[in-house]
Nanobody
Framework: QVQLVESGGGLVQAGGSLRLSCAASRQIFSLYTMAWYRQAPGKQRESVAR???????LYANSVKGRFTISRDNAKNTVYLQMNSLKPEDTAVYYCNKFPPYDAYWGQGTQVTVSS
């Protein structure tokens, strides 16, 4: 059973930066497109960035130019560098394959951006 563990969240002021990490219990990244998702209170979970096995990336319009997704297959880890954070980025952030697989959802990591 694969486990995905997200880390790196926290409280930051608007305009600040955070780097999220997602570590897998075993090698899956080289096989799949991986993505970062977020869920804000009262809203549905949404995909914000994804990265293909070849390194191609795609971003939601709301984060384009501010967030960067990357992967290190040797370390079984996916990253999300978040710059110029806004209060509307406040959410629990999760990683999963794209499209997501229900069994892979982890606990997520909370990101809170204060104004």
């Amino acid at each position: 059973q694969v486990q995905l563990v997200e880390s790196g969240g926290g409280l930051v002021q608007a305009g600040g930066s955070l780097r999220l990490s997602c570590a897998a219990s075993r090698q899956i990244f080289s096989l799949y497109t991986m993505a970062w998702y977020r869920q804000a209170p009262g809203k549905q979970r949404e995909s914000v960035a994804r990265i293909g096995s070849g390194g191609d990336t795609l971003y939601a319009n709301s984060v384009k130019g501010r967030f960067t997704i990357s992967r290190d297959n040797a370390k079984n880890t996916v990253y999300l560098q978040m710059n110029s954070l806004k209060p509307e980025d406040t959410a629990v952030y999760y990683c999963n394959k794209f499209p997501p697989y229900d069994a892979y959802w982890g606990q997520g990591t909370q990101v809170t951006v204060s104004s």
